[in-house]
Protein backbone atom coordinates (compact mmCIF):
# COMPACT_ATOMS: atom_id res chain seq x y z
CA UNK A 1 0.00 0.00 0.00
CA UNK A 2 1.08 3.66 -1.08
CA UNK A 3 0.87 5.53 2.26
CA UNK A 4 -1.27 8.01 2.20
CA UNK A 5 -0.48 12.06 1.23
CA UNK A 6 -2.23 14.78 3.78
CA UNK A 7 -2.52 17.97 1.52
CA UNK A 8 0.27 20.24 2.74
CA UNK A 9 -1.71 23.92 3.96
CA UNK A 10 -0.57 26.67 1.43
CA UNK A 11 0.40 29.76 3.40
CA UNK A 12 -1.49 33.27 2.09
CA UNK A 13 0.53 35.69 4.45
CA UNK A 14 4.09 34.81 5.51
CA UNK A 15 5.68 37.83 7.15
CA UNK A 16 9.72 37.12 8.32
CA UNK A 17 11.75 38.90 10.35
CA UNK A 18 10.31 41.49 10.99
CA UNK A 19 11.53 44.74 12.68
CA UNK A 20 9.99 48.30 13.45
CA UNK A 21 11.23 51.11 15.25
CA UNK A 22 10.24 54.52 16.34
CA UNK A 23 12.91 56.59 16.55
CA UNK A 24 14.77 55.07 19.19
CA UNK A 25 11.81 52.86 20.18
CA UNK A 26 11.96 49.30 19.08
CA UNK A 27 8.34 48.14 18.44
CA UNK A 28 8.58 44.95 16.55
CA UNK A 29 12.27 43.05 17.15
CA UNK A 30 11.68 40.35 14.61
CA UNK A 31 8.36 38.64 14.46
CA UNK A 32 7.74 36.29 12.34
CA UNK A 33 3.91 35.02 11.08
CA UNK A 34 2.49 32.78 9.19
CA UNK A 35 -1.37 31.93 8.07
CA UNK A 36 -2.74 29.28 5.55
CA UNK A 37 -5.61 29.37 3.30
CA UNK A 38 -8.75 28.62 5.86
CA UNK A 39 -6.92 29.83 8.93
CA UNK A 40 -8.08 31.75 11.72
CA UNK A 41 -5.42 33.46 13.66
CA UNK A 42 -5.34 35.91 16.75
CA UNK A 43 -2.78 38.09 17.59
CA UNK A 44 -2.48 38.97 21.15
CA UNK A 45 -0.56 41.40 23.11
CA UNK A 46 -1.23 44.03 25.80
CA UNK A 47 -2.14 48.21 25.09
CA UNK A 48 1.24 49.19 23.28
CA UNK A 49 3.05 45.96 22.70
CA UNK A 50 2.99 47.00 18.73
CA UNK A 51 -0.44 44.77 17.78
CA UNK A 52 -1.66 47.36 15.59
CA UNK A 53 1.71 48.23 13.94
CA UNK A 54 2.47 44.54 13.16
CA UNK A 55 -1.35 44.73 11.13
CA UNK A 56 -0.38 47.86 9.04
CA UNK A 57 2.41 45.98 8.19
CA UNK A 58 0.92 42.97 7.12
CA UNK A 59 -1.54 45.35 5.16
CA UNK A 60 1.22 47.45 3.46
CA UNK A 61 0.22 50.47 4.67
CA UNK A 62 3.28 51.10 7.17
CA UNK A 63 7.37 50.38 6.07
CA UNK A 64 9.20 47.72 7.93
CA UNK A 65 12.91 49.39 8.74
CA UNK A 66 14.06 45.26 8.23
CA UNK A 67 12.21 42.03 6.98
CA UNK A 68 10.01 40.85 4.43
CA UNK A 69 6.18 40.51 4.17
CA UNK A 70 4.73 38.12 1.25
CA UNK A 71 0.93 38.22 0.29
CA UNK A 72 -0.45 35.75 -1.80
CA UNK A 73 -4.39 36.83 -3.10
CA UNK A 74 -6.08 39.90 -2.28
CA UNK A 75 -6.20 41.50 0.80
CA UNK A 76 -8.98 43.25 3.23
CA UNK A 77 -7.85 45.45 6.01
CA UNK A 78 -10.76 46.96 8.93
CA UNK A 79 -8.18 49.13 11.22
CA UNK A 80 -9.49 49.93 14.86
CA UNK A 81 -10.34 53.45 13.88
CA UNK A 82 -12.96 53.14 11.15
CA UNK A 83 -11.95 54.99 7.88
CA UNK A 84 -15.24 56.42 6.60
CA UNK A 85 -16.61 60.03 6.09
CA UNK A 86 -19.46 61.18 8.23
CA UNK A 87 -21.23 63.13 5.39
CA UNK A 88 -21.85 60.17 3.44
CA UNK A 89 -24.63 57.11 3.76
CA UNK A 90 -24.26 53.59 4.16
CA UNK A 91 -25.20 53.25 0.84
CA UNK A 92 -22.66 55.97 -0.49
CA UNK A 93 -19.70 53.67 1.46
CA UNK A 94 -21.00 50.60 -0.62
CA UNK A 95 -21.11 52.13 -3.65
CA UNK A 96 -17.79 54.18 -3.95
CA UNK A 97 -16.06 51.35 -2.11
CA UNK A 98 -17.74 48.58 -4.60
CA UNK A 99 -16.47 51.50 -8.07
CA UNK A 100 -12.92 51.55 -6.27
CA UNK A 101 -12.61 47.67 -6.37
CA UNK A 102 -14.33 47.42 -9.61
CA UNK A 103 -17.54 45.62 -8.83
CA UNK A 104 -19.88 44.99 -11.19
CA UNK A 105 -22.76 45.37 -8.51
CA UNK A 106 -23.45 45.58 -4.93
CA UNK A 107 -24.87 42.03 -4.22
CA UNK A 108 -21.81 40.98 -1.63
CA UNK A 109 -22.49 44.59 0.58
CA UNK A 110 -25.80 43.95 0.59
CA UNK A 111 -25.47 40.48 2.20
CA UNK A 112 -23.24 41.45 4.70
CA UNK A 113 -25.32 44.71 5.99
CA UNK A 114 -28.30 41.93 6.55
CA UNK A 115 -25.86 39.20 8.13
CA UNK A 116 -24.78 42.27 10.17
CA UNK A 117 -28.07 43.25 10.99
CA UNK A 118 -28.11 47.24 10.15
CA UNK A 119 -29.85 47.25 6.62
CA UNK A 120 -32.47 50.29 8.38
CA UNK A 121 -29.07 52.47 8.23
CA UNK A 122 -28.66 52.88 4.73
CA UNK A 123 -29.68 55.91 3.86
CA UNK A 124 -28.23 57.30 7.35
CA UNK A 125 -24.94 59.82 6.94
CA UNK A 126 -22.19 57.57 8.79
CA UNK A 127 -21.65 60.77 11.54
CA UNK A 128 -25.21 59.82 12.78
CA UNK A 129 -24.19 55.65 13.44
CA UNK A 130 -23.47 54.61 16.88
CA UNK A 131 -19.76 53.50 17.30
CA UNK A 132 -21.25 49.70 16.71
CA UNK A 133 -22.98 50.41 13.71
CA UNK A 134 -19.96 52.67 12.27
CA UNK A 135 -17.76 49.73 13.28
CA UNK A 136 -20.37 46.94 10.77
CA UNK A 137 -19.68 49.23 7.92
CA UNK A 138 -16.43 49.07 8.40
CA UNK A 139 -16.38 45.52 8.48
CA UNK A 140 -18.23 45.36 5.44
CA UNK A 141 -16.29 47.73 3.28
CA UNK A 142 -13.11 45.51 4.04
CA UNK A 143 -15.01 42.33 3.36
CA UNK A 144 -16.70 43.63 -0.15
CA UNK A 145 -14.55 42.30 -2.65
CA UNK A 146 -14.56 38.74 -0.76
CA UNK A 147 -10.96 39.13 -0.16
CA UNK A 148 -8.68 36.42 0.71
CA UNK A 149 -6.88 37.19 4.05
CA UNK A 150 -8.31 39.73 6.20
CA UNK A 151 -7.03 42.09 8.93
CA UNK A 152 -8.67 42.84 11.67
CA UNK A 153 -7.73 45.76 14.16
CA UNK A 154 -10.04 44.61 17.49
CA UNK A 155 -12.80 44.08 15.41
CA UNK A 156 -15.88 43.41 18.05
CA UNK A 157 -15.61 47.18 19.76
CA UNK A 158 -18.90 48.30 20.14
CA UNK A 159 -20.62 45.20 18.61
CA UNK A 160 -23.95 44.06 21.19
CA UNK A 161 -24.21 40.61 21.96
CA UNK A 162 -26.00 39.57 18.95
CA UNK A 163 -23.64 41.34 16.37
CA UNK A 164 -20.88 39.50 18.15
CA UNK A 165 -22.29 36.22 17.38
CA UNK A 166 -23.17 37.38 13.67
CA UNK A 167 -19.58 38.32 13.73
CA UNK A 168 -18.49 34.69 14.38
CA UNK A 169 -21.02 33.37 11.48
CA UNK A 170 -19.38 35.55 9.41
CA UNK A 171 -15.97 34.23 10.46
CA UNK A 172 -16.95 30.50 10.29
CA UNK A 173 -18.09 31.14 6.66
CA UNK A 174 -15.16 32.74 5.15
CA UNK A 175 -13.06 30.10 6.80
CA UNK A 176 -14.80 27.42 5.58
CA UNK A 177 -14.75 29.32 2.49
CA UNK A 178 -10.52 29.03 2.42
CA UNK A 179 -10.40 32.64 3.56
CA UNK A 180 -7.61 33.39 6.14
CA UNK A 181 -8.41 35.74 8.80
CA UNK A 182 -6.09 37.70 11.31
CA UNK A 183 -7.40 39.41 14.67
CA UNK A 184 -5.58 41.88 16.59
CA UNK A 185 -6.84 41.69 20.49
CA UNK A 186 -5.92 42.53 23.44
CA UNK A 187 -8.22 39.82 24.97
CA UNK A 188 -9.44 36.42 23.85
CA UNK A 189 -13.15 35.40 25.33
CA UNK A 190 -13.26 32.08 23.13
CA UNK A 191 -9.30 30.39 22.59
CA UNK A 192 -11.04 27.41 20.89
CA UNK A 193 -12.16 28.89 17.81
CA UNK A 194 -8.92 30.18 16.95
CA UNK A 195 -6.75 27.31 14.93
CA UNK A 196 -3.61 29.85 16.56
CA UNK A 197 -2.93 32.15 19.03
CA UNK A 198 0.18 33.83 18.63
CA UNK A 199 1.24 36.49 22.04
CA UNK A 200 2.93 39.64 20.96
CA UNK A 201 5.60 40.18 23.46
CA UNK A 202 8.95 42.42 23.66
CA UNK A 203 8.63 42.54 20.13
CA UNK A 204 8.08 39.17 19.24
CA UNK A 205 5.16 36.49 18.49
CA UNK A 206 5.22 33.24 20.10
CA UNK A 207 2.53 30.74 19.29
CA UNK A 208 0.41 29.79 22.07
CA UNK A 209 -1.57 27.11 21.22
CA UNK A 210 -3.77 25.10 18.48
CA UNK A 211 -7.28 24.31 19.34
CA UNK A 212 -8.11 22.60 15.70
CA UNK A 213 -5.84 19.60 15.97
CA UNK A 214 -6.04 18.74 11.85
CA UNK A 215 -5.07 22.41 10.91
CA UNK A 216 -1.02 23.34 10.28
CA UNK A 217 -0.14 26.74 11.94
CA UNK A 218 3.07 28.31 11.88
CA UNK A 219 4.84 31.36 13.39
Known amino acids: MEPSSTPVPTPVLHAHDIHKSYGKH ?23 AGKSTLLK ?16 GTLGYCPQDPVLNSSLTVEQHLRYFAAA ?9 RELVRLLGYERYGESPVGE ?6 QKLNLTVALLHDPDVLLLDEPYQGFDWETYLRFWDLVDDL ?28 GRLTPRTASREDTHVGA
Open 57 to 72: ILAGTLPVDRGEVVLS
Open 26 to 48: PVLRGADLTVDAGQLVAVVGENG
Open 129 to 134: LSGGTR
Open 101 to 109: HRLPHLDRG
Open 175 to 202: RNRGKAVVIITHLVFEQDRFDLLADLAD
